[in-house]
């Protein structure tokens, strides 16, 4: 390695995915604009991987780092309809953070998602990886560190509200709840309960269990589901110890009848998985099982623990929500599966159709170059894509998938769908794009959000009726983001809001009007920077500021408010809008962790 390559920065760690280490607290913003009524007393959320330390080593992915939440409250300004932003960012006080926050020397506690991925990692470093965790947490508990590590997850990935919780997850570890609008970090969540909260409150079964069955067992997905309807939380454990993959249901209020939803195994995993979402209908669940395993014992046949089959298929398994037991497994071409974007079901005269949208990638290059790591060619395709996909299958008639193909030929990733249109036949769904490259490029980059993109669903299945595409390869939009620029109709089935040149967004929401006239008639609300604020060499100093807009939903053109922040935030996973209703009705907290 040249010494021009070893001080080159690594992507995810530069520019503004670098972390950043000032943490504010209700810090009042100016805002250019008017701010809509809808936003008083709410308060938009994101999460993402900050890590504790600028340490920028080789082993580093953009999955790792603590999890750190950025927010904007619009409080209430008290006798007036006015309302005042205030920026709060924290770190997600996990096991792992508050450990390492107390004793620096012991990070990483958990071996990087680069050392797991890289086929060029020796077998020996991936096991003393694995067994130094161990030590880690075991010595943690003798008193050796001064706090337990009980979990490993940094719960850096997602954030969402379920039953007066808000709950921020990640694959390795349960749910942490939080509090809104401080962010402070209340506890683990694991079923019935949240640390931190009165312990008189009744209270039903755990998912988990003792022993390190029931350890994996709390390993929640990073994308747990909740049905506005019936206000139930759908959640997989996907482990690597048979059966693999577990499957819960946790419903408001919690009572007695409802355990048997707890830790429920689906059957016809054949390894562990890496598994980051699934689908869910009102009636149905939907398993999405990717040639993507997770088999710590690959490092025994000198091979990576997560490792791709070209060669295998990806396979839905979809069954009756309450029932896992009646899953009925269909096959299709390899591909990749992160996020899904909506599910539902429609009843016709020869059984139940399910209609499932999701985010596929027909190339798996995303996992590694968020490694800093080269593809291997088995991972890679001459034409990659990540579009907005169709799959449609005929419950309990048919093993074959009926439809398969794209919507829009543009690049589709960060899906949103209104919370309370989720899990029906929702005219528009939300997403990030990008004017050049593609979320599933071969190239080693940073991923640069310059598109937020409206969809009509809708309006393209009409279209597919009549002109059915070629099954799997096939498109029924088949225009560039930029010829969709540039035709300029309003009335199109695919609009987009491109951001000025230099400025990058992340992932968005849907903030609804009040007695709204249409389905999109509301606003999208992200965080966006303007890179011209990084030096000549890439780096952004202290001064570097983000915004928060509120983009006008129905005609993806006007920015009706920005909201200027005290620093940057850096480019992270996913964040959630809640209501100043969701904020007011949060359950009761006796106490919160803290560092002290």
Known sequence: MTGKEKSRKHPYFSGNYAPIYTVQHAHPCSVQ?????????????????NSLQDDDRRDLHWFDGDGMLSGVFFKRMPGSKVQQPLYTNRYILTDVHCATAEHPHINPVVSSITTLVSPMVSPLKVFMGMLRTMALMFSSFLGFVVRPIRRISTANTNILYHDGRV?????????????????????WFTGSRAEG?????????SFGGPGIEGFHKEMTIAHPHNDYQTGELLLLHSTFIFPYVHYSIISPGWTGKHGSYLNQPVPG????????????????????????????????????????????????????RYCPAQIQWYETDPCCIFHTVNSWDENVPWGTRVHMLVCRMNSVSPLYHMGDLDAPAEATHRNPECRLYYYQFLADRSSEITEQWALSAIPFEFPHV????????????????????????????????????????QRLLKVAESQPPTQITGCVDERSINEILA????????????????????????VPRKDGISEDDGWLVTYVFDEAQLDANGNAPTTSRSELWIVDARNMRDIVARVLLPQRVPYGMHGDWFSEEQILNQREVAEFRSLD
Not at 33 to 49: A, D, K
Not at 197 to 205: L, N, R
Not at 287 to 308: E, F, G, H, S, W
Not at 430 to 448: I, L, W
Request: hydrophobic share 35%.
């Open 269 to 320: 995993f054949t390894s562990g998985k890496m598994i980051h979402d699934f689908g869910v209908s009102r009636k149905h669940t939907i398993m999405v099982d990717m040639p993507l395993a997770l088999d710590p014992t690959n490092i025994t046949r000198n091979k990576p623990a997560i490792q791709y089959d070209p060669h295998g298929c990806t396979r839905f398994g979809v069954f009756p």
């Open 197 to 205: 909260e009165p312990s008189d409150e009744i209270t039903g079964p």
């Open 167 to 187: 709950l921020a997850t990640m694959e390795t570890g349960p749910p942490m709840r939080v509090y809104l609008p401080s962010l402070n970090t209340v506890g």
């Open 33 to 49: 604009g008017t701010i809509p009524e809808e936003f008083l007393g709410g308060q938009y959320v994101r999460n993402g991987s």
């Open 487 to 510: 035709t300029n109709n309003v009335d199109d089935p695919v609009q987009v809001f491109a951001l000025p040149y230099g400025w990058y967004a992340q992932e968005c929401s849907f």
């Open 418 to 457: 209104p919370r309370h249109l989720e899990m029906a036949a929702a005219r528009f769904v939300y997403g990030c794009s990008m004017s050049e490259g593609n979320f599933a490029t071969r190239q080693k980059s940073s991923v640069k959000i310059d598109c937020l993109v409206k969809i009509d669903v």
